[in-house]
T-cell receptor, first 114, second 113 residues
Framework: NAGVTQTPKFRVLKTGQSMTLLCAQDMNHEYMYWYRQDPGMGLRLIHYSVGEGTTAKGEVPDGYNVSRLKKQNFLLGLESAAPSQTSVYFC?????????????FGPGTRLTVT | KNQVEQSPQSLIILEGKNCTLQCNYTVSPFSNLRWYKQDTGRGPVSLTIMTFSENTKSNGRYTATLDADTKQSSLHITASQLSDSASYICVVSVAGTASKLTFGTGTRLQVTL
């Protein structure tokens, strides 16, 4: 099993550009999440999904959109990137009811917006 | 407001020594507490998960304790190794939804020769 994978690993955007981050998991997990990690702060939840075709807002959803068209994939979109979105983005997944909803994290995507 | 505070922010120890990391939380209602290890440039990896009724749990050289009354947890690392160099993150789950996690900012541990 590859677990949770994320593409790309690194990306540099100019202000106003758009991009999509892809997360894939091969563990048949129902729940998927997108977090951002900034220096001096704990991980913060952007959006999450409780199943195929459903999404919900997390703690810091503004400026981001998500889609979960397939159970194994969770996409995070930035329509018009801003320097404040410079961060490391982590995707995670969990199987509801297993190990108290233990979350498995991907390796992260480092995004810089100039 | 739900909060998780960790101390110290950073720590340097010699290989082979023991260390203890602290976590205080104000999350309510409490469901469970997790410790994650995050290597530089990697995603967090779970070390332990403890519920309200558990006051200690081990994973190899890692032992986590939980005092739900004082809302404190600790992670003890025994006989440290260079590979233990990482950030250790305390995470508390809100009861009623295992999806809602409150993350601490982590303790950065460096193990040196």
């Amino acid at each position: 099993n590859a677990g949770v994978t994320q593409t790309p690993k690194f990306r540099v955007l100019k202000t106003g550009q758009s991009m999509t981050l892809l997360c894939a998991q091969d563990m048949n997990h129902e729940y998927m999440y997108w977090y951002r990690q900034d220096p001096g702060m704990g991980l913060r939840l952007i959006h999450y999904s409780v199943g195929e075709g459903t999404t919900a807002k997390g703690e810091v959803p503004d400026g981001y959109n998500v889609s979960r068209l397939k159970k194994q994939n969770f996409l995070l979109g930035l329509e018009s990137a801003a320097p404040s979105q410079t961060s490391v983005y982590f995707c995670a997944s969990s199987y509801w009811g297993s190990r108290l909803g233990e979350q498995y994290f991907g390796p992260g995507t480092r995004l810089t917006v100039t | 407001k739900n909060q998780v505070e960790q101390s110290p922010q950073s720590l340097i120890i010699l290989e082979g020594k023991n260390c203890t990391l602290q976590c205080n939380y104000t999350v309510s209602p409490f469901s469970n507490l997790r410790w994650y290890k995050q290597d530089t440039g990697r995603g967090p990896v779970s070390l332990t998960i403890m519920t309200f009724s558990e006051n200690t749990k081990s994973n190899g050289r890692y032992t986590a304790t939980l005092d739900a009354d004082t809302k404190q947890s600790s992670l003890h690392i025994t006989a440290s190794q260079l590979s233990d160099s990482a950030s250790y993150i305390c995470v508390v789950s809100v009861a009623g939804t295992a999806s809602k996690l409150t993350f601490g900012t982590g303790t950065r541990l460096q193990v040196t020769l």
